[in-house]
Structure formats: structure tokens, C-alpha cells
């Protein structure tokens, strides 16, 4: 009886192992040097898909939204993030508006880590030529950013003129990219659901590849004109395999697309 028992539980181990795939468990590419390659391998294609969450809100906090960042219940408002009086209000009347005031809609792309939340995917390009990182995003109107890695600092907001993607300066950790940007202005929305920020917004970034299939996205953001303190966001982006990232590109106010989406245009 009990060499029964232990054959049905190989047995059943067996059968799960068979369900995850023949993909399953991939380890993560990497380069020639040994650095972590983010897009695809030579010879083959892809990119980043879908993420695990739809909006961006405060590391350990839950609260329901749809995909466009719209919250389920207007009173989880003040647990997204640890707003000061005036963005909480902002917020607020945002959330109460059905996000009318989306700038996506005026065709003003989306920065900072919304675009991971972009519908069409997105691919992240080393170029050691020029010692560049380049974000390369279907949504948003076909869009891209581009990472300085050659030592440079992020400059101080106040010195400098604010632009939609900032100004980004990149560095590794180990296998950890690290991204720190300043300098954006605040014309756009950062995240979907509406969150504020003023000029005075920094973002640290952390790319990370655990695994071939995963994406892992930490962000840690700093503005004190609009948060009480510095607060942080984390979630991972699925790999789609063998695919390229949609192009996408915007048509103001079409009110029957909605916040944030696009016309696709077929490869």
C-alpha cells in the first residue's frame, strides 16, 4: 500500500511538470559578456506583453481597478498612494471624472511607468555602441526611451527644462538595471487612473530578468510637492515569444476608443 501511495504521488508530480510546458523554467538569456539580455536572442523575436497589475499604486497596498487605472470603490482612493491634500483632490476629481481628462486622449503619450501598462508591448535594446539602453513601445503613439549609460547623473528638475520622458541615466546592479530619471514636466499622466505629479518628480527605476519569461519592475517615486514621502510600486510584465509590438498610433478624442487606446496598424 504504501509503495502505491508513493508511485500516485511520482505520478501526479510527473503530470504537473508535463502542464507547464516544454518553455517552462527557461533560464535568462544573456549577452556575450554575461550581461542579462532583455529582448530577444539572435535569429529570433519577441517582446513584453502584458503586466500583472493594471495601474500603478503603492507596494503592499490592494485595491480594484479596471485596466484603465479606475478604481472599483472611490474611498480606496487615499490608500493608492500617500498623496498630499491638494493631489488626493486631484485625484479624486479625476477618478469621479471617468478619467475624461486623460491627456492619451489629446494624443500626448504616456511616460514614466505607464507605458508598461501601454497596450502593444514593449522592448528594452542594448546598444554598446553609443553605451545606450533604448525602450522601445507600441502604445502611446510608437514611442521610445532612450537610457544613458555612460556615468552621467540625472540632473536637478530645477535646472533644466521639463520634457515628456525626462532626462534618464542608467547604471547596473549585478543583473539589475537601474534607471534614475528627473526633469519631466507634467503635462502627461504617469500612471493610468490619473496619479499627479509636479516637475519635481524623480523615478528610480530596477529592471530585472529572474527568470526567460518574466520581467521584474521596481519603482520607487519622489516628489514632494505631490507625496508626503518617497513610495514604491512593483509588478511583473510577461514575455511574449515570437511576436513583434503592435504599432499603434493616435487619433484625438475618439471617444469610442477610450482613454489610452490607439489604432493598431498590421505589420
Known sequence: MRHSRVAALLLVAALAGCDRGPDSGRPTPRHPDGQVRFDSEPGNRGYWGQASVSSLFEKGVQVAMDENGLLANIADAPRVAPFQPWALALYEYRQRNGLKDDPTRACIAPSGPRHLHTAGGFRIIRD??????????????????????????PPNPE????????????????????????????????SNGGLPHTEALRLTERFSRPDFDTLKYEVTIDDPLTYTRPWSAEWTVAWVDGGEIAEQFCEDHRDDLGPSKQESVGE
Open 128 to 153: 554598446p555602441t553609443y553605451d545606450r539602453m533604448y525602450v522601445l513601445f507600441g502604445g502611446g503613439n510608437r514611442n521610445w526611451r532612450v537610457v544613458f549609460m555612460d556615468g552621467r547623473q
Open 159 to 190: 535646472e533644466v527644462s521639463g520634457t515628456y520622458f525626462g532626462h534618464q541615466a542608467g547604471h547596473w546592479e549585478d543583473d539589475t538595471l537601474v534607471v534614475e530619471s528627473s526633469g519631466y514636466n507634467a503635462r502627461f499622466w504617469f
